[in-house]
Nanobody, 121 residues
Framework: QVQLVESGGGLVQPGGSLRLSCAAS????????MGWYRQAPGKQRELVAT???????SYADSVKGRFTISRDNAKNTVYLQMNSLKPEDTAVYYC???????????????WGQGTQVTVSS
């Protein structure tokens, strides 16, 4: 049984910063790709950033230069540092992790429940 729990969302003014965290718990053998997605009202869920176990990263064009994804493998946690926030960043942010529960199990994707980020003056 695996659970992902996000935290760190909230209300911030344009130009402000927030740091999101997502911790995985339960029976975990290994974690591969971890990522952050977001979904604004009336829009499709979109990929924001991903990070591989070895540290390689990728970002959506809309957040490049402003957001930084990182991970702490010892804590089974992925972070999203969000700087220079804009109103268009307002969305529910979800984390996803590719997890193997046992060495002989296939990797599966797990999702957190989401955390609200609102950027408004």
């Amino acid at each position: 049984q695996v659970q992902l729990v996000e935290s760190g969302g909230g209300l911030v003014q344009p130009g402000g910063s927030l740091r999101l965290s997502c911790a995985a718990s339960g029976t975990i053998f290994s974690i591969g790709i971890m990522g952050w997605y977001r979904q604004a009202p009336g829009k499709q869920r979109e990929l924001v950033a991903t990070i591989f176990e070895g540290g390689s990263r990728s970002y959506a064009d809309s957040v490049k230069g402003r957001f930084t994804i990182s991970r702490d493998n010892a804590k089974n946690t992925v972070y999203l540092q969000m700087n220079s926030l804009k109103p268009e960043d307002t969305a529910v942010y979800y984390c996803k992790a590719e997890i193997k529960r046992r060495s002989f199990f296939a990797a599966e994707d797990y999702w957190g429940q989401g955390t609200q980020v609102t950027v408004s003056s």
